[in-house]
């Protein structure tokens, strides 16, 4: 049996960052990965990098001003083999950066529990057991498949995943989610020239957002000719030749009606993937909906054991695994003061077409939380950049503690949005009065000085 320092179950930001680190300290370190079409994690091969590439090219298409279906998917194929190209690259960068270092091995396989210090390991060359003092689990999320019949029947339906592997541009697709991953992946293909349909089960979309920014995002994305059916439930999936029929049920009239289309994704969130892990061997507990449970500085029921990213059931981002391998370094290493109940207020974007992005509390949060709030919105069509580059569809809106003048949070729906909310949790983070972004002093003509119109507005 080999023995380790560590053993790390997962190739994800965090847990890469983790060997990298341990493994440069002198450490002896096992780094454990299932696939080797996932080095570097959900972010570099099927998450953040893909589907952001996809989103750039499908907006450059755009320019190009082409007229048949056939040249929007021959521009369609070429992203996808660019796609492929860029993380084939970046995967590999990532093998080779920790397989330099001596004291760091990389196994492949499916890792599974024996007991709190011991790991099975099992790999097209058979089944091995690793020992280790410390075990940190990195295992991701990965899309949940609802049960509804049909969805194993049909090789036309796709995740977020596997979709991005389709070389042919859809016809029509059809998306069954209206989240975040549904409209983002909604505002590629309809860029790319794809007739979209979205079928949500809830009565908006976004449904995180105030009822105004869903309201926003919807009108933006018909604008793209993308066809919303909310209050919706998927009944069954049927392949018939080249097409797939949707059957769904309308929650408020009880009609049940049918869509064709020749691809569907299922968008209908990311579970942590802890099925096959065997935790009840090492005594790991978890949540009702399977994620790892760990307090504040991500470690388990178990002492030596520690949960990584997005199997330990918080926020779904790479930015926050890659801060749990912080709170992880600080605890282990240096002066133990680091928890997650210190990260302030985290930004997140979606890149839709414009961009979302978020920080902080919404008007809606800020009410139910008890805050006297005041509230300013700022059409970006009243914005100079947005005019030079011919971007202005969506609105900026702040919310702020009337009493303290702290910023309670900011929702962008804006060209350059991912950009610009940083800006905005760094001042909130930093305990700045949202005067200080009504005075700061920015380049011209930038997106960012917009700040000083919207906070100008309370």
């Not at 893909?50 to 279906?69: A, D, E, I, R």
């Not at 075990?135 to 899309?143: H, L, M, Q, Y």
């Not at 293909?189 to 869903?214: C, H, M, P």
């Not at 940083?422 to 972004?437: E, R």
């Amino acid at each position: 049996m080999s023995k380790y320092d560590s053993i790390i179950i997962g190739f994800g930001k965090g847990g890469k960052t983790l060997a990298g680190f341990l493994g440069k300290q002198g450490k002896k370190v096992a780094l454990i990965e299932r696939s080797d079409k996932m080095y570097g994690g959900t972010c570099i091969n099927i998450g953040c990098i893909p589907t952001k590439t996809l989103v750039h090219k499908s907006k450059l298409s755009l320019y190009k001003n082409l007229n048949s279906f056939e040249e929007k998917a021959n521009e369609y194929r070429i992203g996808i083999e660019e796609k492929q190209n860029l993380i084939k690259m970046l995967r590999e960068k990532n093998y080779k950066m920790l397989d330099s270092i001596d004291n760091i091995h990389i196994y492949n396989g499916t890792a599974s529990f024996v007991s709190s210090t011991e790991v099975e390991i099992d790999s097209k060359d058979g089944k091995l057991i690793l020992e280790g003092e410390n075990i940190f689990i990195n295992t991701g999320a990965s899309t949940i498949i609802p049960n509804i019949p049909g969805i194993n029947d049909s090789k036309k339906i796709y995740t977020s995943t596997t979709i991005m592997d389709l070389k042919e541009l859809p016809k029509h697709l059809i998306i069954v989610g209206g989240g975040y991953i549904g409209l983002e992946f909604s505002s590629i293909y309809a860029n790319f020239g794809s007739k979209v349909t979205v079928i949500e089960a809830g009565d908006r979309l976004a449904a995180r957002e105030d009822k105004d920014i869903s309201n926003n995002i919807k009108e933006i994305l018909e604008n793209k000719g993308i066809s919303f059916v909310l209050n919706s439930k998927v009944k069954s999936f049927k392949e018939e030749g080249n097409e797939i029929t949707v059957t769904y049920l309308d929650t408020l009239t009880n009609l049940e009606t049918e869509v064709k289309g020749d691809v569907v994704l299922i968008a209908t969130g990311r579970k942590p993937n802890t099925e096959g892990l065997n935790l009840e061997a090492a005594g790991v507990k978890t949540t009702d909906r399977g994620a790892v449970v760990v307090d504040n500085r991500l470690r388990t029921n178990i002492p030596n054991i520690w949960a990584i990213g997005d199997v330990n059931g918080g926020l779904q981002f790479t930015y926050i695994s890659l801060d749990d391998f912080r709170i992880i370094k600080d605890n282990l290493f240096g002066e133990g003061k680091r928890t997650t109940d210190d990260r302030g207020a985290i930004p997140y974007s979606v890149f839709i077409e414009p961009s979302l992005a978020r920080v902080g509390l919404s008007e809606t949060e800020a009410i139910e939380k008890g805050f006297e709030i005041k509230v300013a919105k700022l059409s970006v069509a009243a914005i100079p950049r947005a005019r030079v580059i011919n971007e202005i569809e969506g609105v900026m809106k702040a919310v702020v503690d009337a009493k303290t003048n702290k910023i309670l949070g900011c929702t962008l729906l804006c060209t350059e949005a991912s950009e610009i909310i940083n800006i905005i949790s760094t001042a909130i983070n930093t305990g700045q009065d949202y005067t200080f972004l009504r005075d700061n002093i920015f380049t011209h003509p930038t997106m960012s000085e917009a700040l000083n119109d919207l906070f100008s507005l309370l």
